[in-house]
């Protein structure tokens, strides 16, 4: 089993850029597609961003395309996500996750990580 620490988060302005980090343990992430997902206050866990395991095929949520980046570095067994242009909407507890394969579905992935905050101020 895979055990997977986001690392990154913080306070930003409107503007600014974030870039989180997803270190994994115990297992090769080489062997998952990962992803990214948020939760917002009051609101259910969404689908942020993915990438297959060949880190050839990235998808992403409408509402941060061309905004955000995933990428994968499998000799350093982390995962990252760029974030440019941040928005207040952008405000959440971050969380990556492994699954067998891309997908925006939260219920396909089977190991996550405790998270990490990321607060936009206006």
């Known amino acids: 089993q895979v055990q997977l620490v986001e690392s990154g988060g913080g306070l930003v302005h409107s503007g600014d850029s974030l870039r989180l980090s997803c270190a994994a343990s115990?297992?090769?992430?080489?062997?998952?597609?990962m992803g990214w997902f948020r939760q917002a206050p009051g609101k259910e866990r969404e689908f942020v961003a993915a990438v297959s395991r060949s880190g050839s095929n990235s998808i992403y949520a409408d509402s941060v395309k061309g905004r955000f980046a995933i990428s994968r570095d499998s000799t350093k067994a982390t995962v990252l996500l760029q974030m440019n242009t941040l928005k207040p909407e952008d405000t959440a507890v971050y969380y990556c996750a492994a699954a067998p394969y891309n997908s925006i579905n939260p219920t396909i992935y089977f190991s996550w990580g405790q998270g990490t905050q990321v607060t936009v101020s206006s």
């Open positions: 115990g297992s090769s992430i080489s062997l998952y597609a």
